[in-house]
């Protein structure tokens, strides 16, 4: 049965947002009407002291409340998110030896920031573990030799798992963490193990309920355990997953499938279908060079897609760069931008028509891979016609380049502008960099304001996964005008609490941008020390406290419009009306997807303007496009006041309203049918089902790509099995590195 959430009663009544008297001025005396303002920190309520002193591991059952690693601004208005990396204080000598025993799974919690004084509360199954009969057993250990230790409570961890939300208020996420030794032995004095750490991907699939404010299970799992897969909503309410690792530090699989996936991310896709809560294996139907399916890809972790107006997923040839690991042998593939189409379930490069090389520019030259940066789709505007055609895509910071990336924080940006055709079919790829970061940050969060600027915020000066503690914090805040070109300086982060890793930004219904996370690795893979901080690099410790940023338009002096009314039914291709008293002065309508954001990643991240068709006493209509644009799920409605601020026009916008586009009657969208998904075996992902050939046509020649691809692999695969090898055997040698000698004595003796 369907279910529709009511708008918080908090929320709707926020029309001029939370009192400013708890924001703090701008730091380094700027003016909030150009860079906005930082609120004090918010600490959540009953945290020890202890949680911010490096290595503080309690006996009596307290654990620190979680950081916020994940997400999701929920259609109550409230904020559900959770940890990353939980336990990593309980490690004494050295993480790669230690944490497949110390981890545990992550603890969720729901926050309520539309009050002046933030609530929090914890969810029933707070740690979304299998209590429904979905837990290991779904997820069966795989093989690998003998000496394997498993330890308990920490099988079924939310953390790396992407997030979406569905068109019924629900969140989905899919995947997670499985931690064990492999191998590891146990010291019979003490009970505790010690060995190589390694983690396995789980099929899960976990729902959280706004309306009970639980967890549960779905009904189905994925087929494929994934650990940093991505996940995007498609134009009929279906959610496509691609990527992510079944294995991190040795991926050899011996589940049946083929040589060729071992030592690799998952290159399999699968759908799933909100209606019965399982998933499908996707199959083409088509076989590529290589011999994989064309549905079929091979994609760092955390893939950063998009859907386009088209209804295709676009791949922005960016991902995380996971050090020392993470790394595939066929990794040089993911510099091509790449589409995958569901009305073919198959995936083509899509190159770069205006670059040398045919690859997106990257720190100004055509290189293709930008890693650990942030992704961001940027307004959809119609053109004259109404239709939308264009999509560009926002991204920067990072490293530059595949595992092992360069290791220090780039500055550039790039904007990737596809242009979409209905009647070839045929998407078009433009790169041209955009104006240059500040600051050199890499693992930087973006988030795209309601007035079509993007605020950048966390990071490192380092890559902290290369050598974790090693970065220094970047506490400046940044603000961007993509089309304008400018950027400018924003208020500075609390210095006792820089966000590294895991750190995390969303937009609130009110307009202002919550920024949380900081759960880093601790410091130089051994335990966690704060002698670097003192120095000025960044905290080992996790960071359960938020800060809110409010950006330069509420600080313009213009009052906020208010949206007294609006219809509750928003239909596709159809039109959606809005009181407001302040309709004759409103330039922009937008709706913004609830963000569910983890990783820097959110697969349904998108801000549509709308176009006004009639404006007349309090009341403003506007066209809603199809689902190709606007994917079934929960939107924040915006209308935005055009004001003259410093001699230019300026968009103010109103608190929003909560809206849900429903996923059913399926709608096809405005400029191309987008058929259901057509489904494969769901075993192993290599059954193809037989069907015709698609005669749509491809953006390059099939053959021509796919020859360019296994050029590039062939030529990069010697390399990558050689570093592969090495980063296991350099990561075996670490893991004992830091365990003194008494004690591998001891562990001898117990073996």
């Known amino acids: 049965m369907r279910r529709t959430l009511a708008v918080s009663s908090c929320v709707a009544a926020l029309v001029g947002g939370v009192p400013l008297a708890t924001v703090s001025s701008a730091a380094d005396g700027a003016d909030p009407a150009v860079a906005g303002a930082l609120s004090a920190v918010v600490a959540q309520p009953n945290t020890r002291a202890e949680c911010f002193t490096a290595q503080y591991q309690p006996t009596d059952g307290y654990r620190c409340p979680p950081a916020a690693m994940a997400v999701a601004v929920l259609p109550t208005g409230k904020v559900l998110f959770w940890d990353g990396l939980e336990g990593m204080n309980r490690v004494q000598y050295n993480v790669v030896a230690e944490f497949g025993d110390v981890a545990q799974d992550d603890q969720s919690r729901i926050a309520d920031f539309s009050r002046a004084t933030p609530t929090f509360s914890t969810p029933?199954?707070?740690?979304?573990?299998?209590?429904?009969?979905?837990?290991?057993?779904?997820?069966?250990?795989?093989?690998?030799?003998?000496?394997?230790?498993?330890?308990?409570?920490?099988?079924?961890?939310?953390?790396?798992?992407?997030?979406?939300?569905?068109?019924?208020g629900t969140v989905l996420?899919?995947?997670?963490?499985?931690?064990?030794?492999?191998?590891?032995?146990?010291?019979?004095?003490?009970?505790?193990?010690?060995?190589?750490?390694?983690?396995?991907?789980?099929?899960?699939?976990?729902?959280?309920?706004?309306?009970?404010?639980?967890?549960?299970?779905?009904?189905?799992?994925?087929?494929?355990?994934?650990?940093?897969?991505?996940?995007?909503?498609?134009?009929?309410?279906?959610?496509?997953?691609?990527?992510?690792?079944t294995k991190l530090i040795k991926p050899a699989y011996t589940d049946g499938r083929p040589a060729a996936d071992s030592g690799r991310n998952v290159p399999e896709t699968e759908t799933y279908d909100p209606a019965t809560q399982q998933w499908t294996v996707n199959h083409s139907g088509q076989t590529a060079l290589n011999g994989d399916d064309t549905s079929e890809q091979s994609l760092p972790l955390f893939s950063r897609l998009h859907l386009l107006p088209d209804g295709k997923v676009y791949y922005d040839a960016a991902g995380q760069t996971f050090n020392p690991d993470g790394q595939a042998y066929d990794e040089a593939t993911w510099v091509n931008a790449k589409l995958y189409d569901p009305a073919t379930q198959a995936w083509s490069d899509l190159p770069a028509d205006n670059t040398p090389t045919g690859l997106p520019l990257v720190d100004g030259a055509p290189i293709g891979f930008r890693g650990s940066g942030f992704s961001v789709l940027l307004p959809l505007t119609p053109d004259a016609t109404g239709h939308y055609r264009t999509a560009k895509v926002f991204n920067g910071g990072g490293v530059v380049g595949p595992t092992p990336g360069n290791y220090f924080g780039d500055d550039s940006t790039t904007i990737n502008t596809i242009t979409t055709n209905a009647t070839t079919g045929q998407d078009t790829l433009q790169s041209d960099s955009g104006p240059q970061l500040l600051n050199k940050r890499w693992y930087g969060d973006a988030v795209v304001l309601p007035d079509g600027t993007v605020f950048v915020t966390n990071g490192a000066s380092r890559d902290e996964v290369d050598a974790p503690g090693s970065g220094n914090p970047v506490f400046q805040t940044e603000l961007v005008d993509p089309a304008g070109g400018t950027v400018t300086a924003g208020p500075s982060l609390d210095a006792a609490h820089g966000r590294t890793y895991h750190n995390s930004a969303v937009l609130l219904p009110d307009g202002r941008v919550l920024i949380g996370g900081h759960a880093p690795i601790a410091t130089g893979y051994a335990f966690q020390s704060d002698a670097g901080s003192a120095a000025g690099l960044s905290k080992p410790e996790a960071d359960s406290t938020f800060q809110i940023y409010e950006p330069p338009y509420l600080h313009y002096g213009v009052a906020r419009p208010v949206i007294t009314d609006n219809d509750r039914n928003v239909s596709w291709n159809g039109d959606l009306t809005i009181t407001s008293h302040q309709a004759s002065s409103i330039g922009k309508v937008v709706l913004v997807r609830n963000p569910s954001q983890t990783h820097l990643t959110d697969g349904d991240q998108r801000s549509v303007e709308l176009r006004i068709k009639h404006q007349e006493g309090d009341s403003i209509t506007v066209a809603v496009p199809g689902s190709n644009v606007l994917p079934a799920g929960p939107y924040m409605l915006f209308i935005e006041r055009a004001a003259t601020v410093g001699g230019k026009t300026r968009y103010v916008p109103s608190v929003s309203r909560q809206v849900t586009i429903d996923s059913s009657p399926r709608d096809p969208g405005p400029d191309r049918v987008t058929p259901a998904p057509r489904h494969g075996s769901a075993l192993g992902g290599r059954a193809a089902t037989h069907r015709h050939a698609s005669t749509r046509p491809a953006t390059?020649?099939?053959?021509?790509?796919?020859?360019?691809?296994?050029?590039?692999?062939?030529?990069?695969?010697?390399?990558?099995?050689?570093?592969?090898?090495w980063a296991w055997l350099a990561l075996a040698a670490l893991a004992f590195a830091g365990v003194p000698t008494l004690l591998r004595r001891r562990l001898r003796r117990g073996a």
Request: net charge negative.
């Open 124 to 168: 029933g199954n707070q740690t979304a573990t299998g209590t429904d009969g979905h837990d290991d057993a779904v997820n069966p250990l795989l093989p690998g030799g003998a000496g394997v230790v498993d330890s308990g409570g920490n099988n079924y961890d939310l953390f790396c798992s992407p997030l979406v939300q569905l068109a019924d």
């Open 173 to 245: 996420a899919a995947g997670g963490t499985h931690y064990y030794e492999e191998p590891g032995v146990t010291d019979p004095t003490t009970g505790k193990s010690y060995g190589v750490a390694e983690l396995q991907g789980l099929k899960a699939t976990r729902i959280f309920d706004p309306a009970t404010n639980t967890w549960h299970n779905a009904k189905g799992d994925m087929h494929f355990g994934r650990w940093y897969p991505t996940m995007v909503t498609l134009p009929n309410g279906h959610v496509f997953v691609a990527s992510g690792v």
């Open 700 to 725: 390059r020649p099939a053959a021509d790509a796919a020859a360019a691809s296994t050029l590039r692999t062939a030529s990069v695969a010697q390399h990558r099995t050689v570093w592969h090898a």
